[in-house]
Every structure is written in structure tokens, then in C-alpha cells.
């Protein structure tokens, strides 16, 4: 099974400030054939189910604001919150759907207020 | 708008069988090219992908290594909806269980149930 793997586990930011958090695979997630990164992230906040926020590694779910954004490629990628406001607050996960039907997440990371 | 409903009890003792249900409104359980999906969420493994249903010419089933002996996912096409059943309960199986729908477009799960929590306890 393809690892993944998030850093940092928590982190606390300032409302307003940038929050980043990191996803690594432990195998490229990129199909050579479309040129797609077969990354998404997901928030979930208590009682309530994920949601999907980010898919190949870069393109925003219907509905979600644009301060959030997702880059990277290959094995190494990065959500981004370039302002953080209190609804953000939620476990953020990165999930690879390239190796199917053996789908993985991160172990997640927890995104409070400083 | 597609919407997932799950249905299922909330205390299992253990060695005994989970079964939850996902009823679909505003799809179909068996539209070519979509995928059926369990997932569970617990504090110790966080979000752990279960298994799959999916019609393509026929029905086609896929299990995680870690669950595989132990489960079974199956669609009900006369009701438009899935089910997982879990045998063997242990106390390991407590979690939040979902119901989530596969995007027929990404692949990425961009559906999902409310959620059941099950507690396996005596």
C-alpha cells in the first residue's frame, strides 16, 4: 500500500494568517498517462463527515473558497489556508486514490486557533 | 443532489456482526462507473478506506487487507442502496462508520453519509 504521511501532526495559526500543512507518498501519485496527481485533501470537523475540498492536488471542490488551494506533484504536496478563519478549524487529511482500489489517508492533522 | 443515508445500530457486543445500510437518493447504486465505498474513522487509525461495490457488467466487490476476512459490502438494487457487514467485533472496530460515493469524474470520495458511530462493547 502507498504511506502517506502529513506534517505536522497539529498546528496552531493566527485568524488571518497562512496555515500549511505537508503530504508525502510514499510512491509518486502522479499518472504519467493524463499528467494527474491522484491527491485529495478533506476536512472534518466534529460531528459531521469529511469533506472533500481538493482533487488532483490542485483543482477546488464546487463551493469551497478560494483561500484554500492545494499544490504540489509526484510524492510531495501541500494545502494551503492563505487566511485562516475560526471555521477552519478541523482535522485536515491528504488521501491518494491512484493506487485503486487500495485507497490510503494521511494520519491527519489538527488546525486550531493560536 | 445526491445525498447518502445510513441506517444502523449505535452498541455491538463483541464477536457479534455490524450491519449498517446506505440508502442513495439522486443516483444509482447501479450506474456504470460509480463507486460504492465504506470508510471508517477511529482516534487510533484516523480515516481507514474498508471496501467497494461497483457495477461494471456485473458486480464487482473490493476489500482492505486489513478487513477482508471479516467483510462484506452489497448492493440492494431493488431499494437503491448498500450495505457492510463486519464480523467478529472487537473493541478495535469501534469507530465512526460512512457511507461515500466515488466521483464518477476524479475518483476522489466527493459524497459521503452522515456517519454511524458504533461502540463494540459488553
Known amino acids: 500500500d502507498i504511506v502517506m504521511t502529513q506534517s505536522p501532526e497539529s498546528l496552531a495559526v493566527s485568524l488571518g494568517e497562512r496555515a500549511t500543512i505537508n503530504c508525502r507518498s510514499s510512491q509518486s501519485v502522479l499518472y504519467n498517462s493524463n499528467n494527474k496527481n491522484y491527491l485529495a485533501w478533506y476536512q472534518v470537523k466534529p460531528g459531521q463527515p469529511p469533506k472533500l475540498l481538493i482533487y488532483w492536488a490542485s483543482t477546488r471542490e464546487s463551493g469551497v473558497p478560494d483561500r484554500f488551494s492545494g499544490s504540489g506533484s509526484g510524492t510531495d504536496f501541500t494545502l494551503t489556508i492563505s487566511s485562516l478563519q475560526a471555521e477552519d478549524v478541523a482535522v485536515y487529511y491528504c488521501q491518494q486514490y491512484y493506487s485503486t482500489p487500495m485507497f490510503t489517508f494521511g494520519q491527519g492533522t489538527r488546525l486550531d486557533i493560536k | 443532489q445526491v445525498q447518502l443515508r445510513q441506517s444502523g445500530p449505535g452498541l455491538v457486543k463483541p464477536s457479534q456482526t455490524l450491519s449498517v445500510t446506505c440508502d442513495i437518493s439522486?443516483?444509482?447504486?447501479?450506474?456504470?462507473?460509480?463507486?460504492w465505498n465504506w470508510i471508517r474513522q477511529s482516534p487510533l487509525r484516523g480515516l481507514e478506506w474498508l471496501g467497494r461495490t461497483y457495477y461494471r457488467s456485473k458486480w464487482n466487490t473490493n476489500y482492505a487487507v486489513s478487513v477482508k476476512s471479516r467483510l462484506t459490502i452489497s448492493p440492494d438494487t431493488s431499494k437503491n442502496q448498500f450495505s457492510l457487514q463486519l464480523n467478529s467485533l472487537t473493541p478495535e472496530d469501534t469507530a465512526i462508520y460512512y457511507c461515500?460515493?466515488?466521483?464518477?469524474?476524479?475518483?476522489?470520495?466527493?459524497?459521503w453519509g452522515q456517519g454511524t458511530m458504533v461502540t463494540v462493547s459488553s
Open positions: 461515500a460515493r466515488a466521483s464518477p469524474d476524479t475518483g476522489a470520495f466527493d459524497i
Open positions: 439522486g443516483d444509482s447504486v447501479s450506474r456504470v462507473g460509480i463507486a
